[in-house]
């Protein structure tokens, strides 16, 4: 199934194909696996919409050969996007706020990028409007926008899911996935229905985070540390799709810092909180079908540790809890 043992000619060629690793602190009788996503090159799974939504740009001539990809971002969708616009001879510039991961916006420069940044005040909404204006400024750039452009979720339907699938042989029973822009979550919900429209659904958010209003729930909003997930205005995010999703499990930082310190000591994962926060989901609804509380195809579950804690060290990760969040 990889491709990575034989000699490959471009590191776009080792986007994807990425292990799936059974996690032991859950029921012996219905398995949680967790897809592996920093064995990407860019080490996370944006790396994988980096390069699909740009070749579609490509081919379907939205984006000229020697043009211009701007995007908001804070972190690992630039680096996923920078790896493949610097191979696929695109050029790239991202609008990143200043209080974000200085680690992030270095790796985006040596990658070739232009990074510009934003006051931390103006959040998200203020480099969103000016990556437009700047767009506007180019007669060959495009804002790929990856919190509502399909083809986000797309990537993950045409190769996140397939690959899960077939190590699995098909016994999928439970989807279990973190969601930021929810393009993995849905690509992945939506290839399970076509295999099986009775597979289990979950998103996952830290507590404080205001998805579950797309399912009609009371969300109290708050501040939360967990990375890469979560959203304070669901308004933004056109990719959620309701229908798809049974529930939303919102997961709080204590928890998800004692998971990512277990993952690490027992289970030689180093990733990073996203990742944490989808385990202890995961594992919840893997108890849950083992007490016979969800019915589901196969008892299996299956989610994704989007990144590595690595990209987080100088963040505290591994410092107490309190040093963590303080
Ligand atoms: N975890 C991390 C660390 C991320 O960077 C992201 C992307 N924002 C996610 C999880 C969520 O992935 P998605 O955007 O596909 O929902």
């Not at 079908?289 to 990760?317: M, N, Q």
Request: charged share 25%; hydrophobic share 40%; net charge negative.
């Amino acid at each position: 199934m990889t491709t990575h043992e034989r000699p490959l000619d471009s590191v776009l060629e080792t986007v994807g194909e990425t292990p799936l690793v059974r996690i032991h602190d859950a029921p012996e009788d219905v398995p949680v696996y967790a897809k592996l996503e920093s064995f990407n090159p860019g080490a996370s799974v944006k790396d994988r919409i980096g390069v699909y939504m740009l070749e579609r740009l490509l081919e379907r001539g939205d984006l000229e050969p020697g043009g211009t990809v701007i995007e908001p971002t804070a972190g690992n969708t630039g680096i996923g996007l920078a790896i493949a616009a610097g191979q696929l001879g695109l050029n790239a510039v991202f609008v990143v706020p200043e209080k974000f991961s200085v680690e992030k916006q270095q790796l985006m420069a040596a990658l070739g990028a232009e990074v510009i940044n934003t006051p931390t005040e103006d959040g998200m909404g203020g480099a969103i409007s000016r990556a437009h204006d700047l767009a506007e400024e180019f007669d060959d750039a495009v804002v790929p926008q990856q919190f509502s452009n399909p083809l986000n979720a797309d990537a993950h339907y045409e190769t996140t899911a397939p690959e899960v699938y077939e190590a699995l042989e098909g016994e999928v029973g439970a989807i279990v996935v973190g969601c930021g822009t929810a393009g993995t979550l849905v690509g992945m919900a939506r290839y399970a229905f076509e295999r099986e429209p009775a597979t289990y659904v979950a998103a996952v958010e830290p507590e404080g985070s205001l998805f579950g209003e797309f399912l009609g729930e009371d969300c109290e909003e708050g501040e939360y540390k967990i990375e890469g997930i979560g959203t304070h205005e669901p308004s933004t995010n056109d990719l959620f799709e309701p229908e798809l999703v049974d529930d939303v499990y919102a997961i709080g930082d204590r928890e998800t810092h004692k998971e990512l310190t277990r993952l690490a000591r027992e289970e030689g994962h180093l990733v990073a909180s996203s990742a944490a926060a989808a385990s202890v989901a995961a594992k919840r609804v893997a108890r849950r079908i083992d007490a016979g509380e969800l019915a589901v195809p196969h008892e299996t579950v299956v989610t994704v540790f989007p990144d590595s804690s690595e990209r987080y060290l100088s963040k505290g990760i591994y410092r107490s809890f309190e040093e963590w969040t303080g």
